[in-house]
């Protein structure tokens, strides 16, 4: 017997993107653990121009802390809502992802690896600040138009 989880997923698997600068807009996202037990969060970043979705991840290590800092200051000007301060404390879980994440749009860099003999798209930067609209924002505590300065849209 094999028990099963339906999960309603497509079949639309990760294609390959050619090096170059692209919009794109979160899809979908999945929180899971590395092979090495670190938590992650994959994003299915979707291109409207190609029709094709490649998935990222993001670890959650010290090291890899500057990655969602940059992902975050990607994704969520387009949504009209703030960035945290820097020292905020966010609790990253689907509710925050679906908020500021999911829908939003942004720019990306995307580079092409080649791993174990395959080629692979990988994005190399999160192009921050694409859609911040004051000058000289984008240092993650600007406060954006759209915003009423309520904290009803901040959760940390």
């Given at each position: ?68 800092d940059t992902v975050l200051k990607c994704f969520v ?70 915003d009423d300065g309520g904290d009803d849209?901040?959760?940390?």
């Amino acid at each position: 017997m094999i028990d099963y989880e339906y999960s309603d997923a497509d079949n639309q698997s990760p294609r390959y993107v050619p090096p170059g600068q692209y919009e794109v807009k979160v899809k979908a996202f999945e929180f899971g653990m590395s092979k090495t037990g670190k938590d992650k969060l994959s994003l299915d970043l979707y291109f409207d121009d190609l029709d094709a979705t490649l998935r990222e991840d993001i670890y959650f290590t010290p090291a890899a802390a500057w990655k969602f800092d940059t992902v975050l200051k990607c994704f969520v000007p387009s949504k009209n809502l703030k960035l945290p301060m820097k020292g905020d404390k966010i609790s990253i879980n689907n509710d925050f992802v679906a908020k500021f994440l999911v829908g939003g749009t942004g720019r990306v860099d995307v580079i092409e690896e080649i791993y174990d003999d395959n080629k692979r798209s990988r994005v190399k930067t999160y192009l921050a600040g694409a859609y911040l609209t004051e000058p000289g924002a984008g240092s993650g505590q600007a406060d954006l138009l759209g915003d009423d300065g309520g904290d009803d849209d901040v959760p940390f």
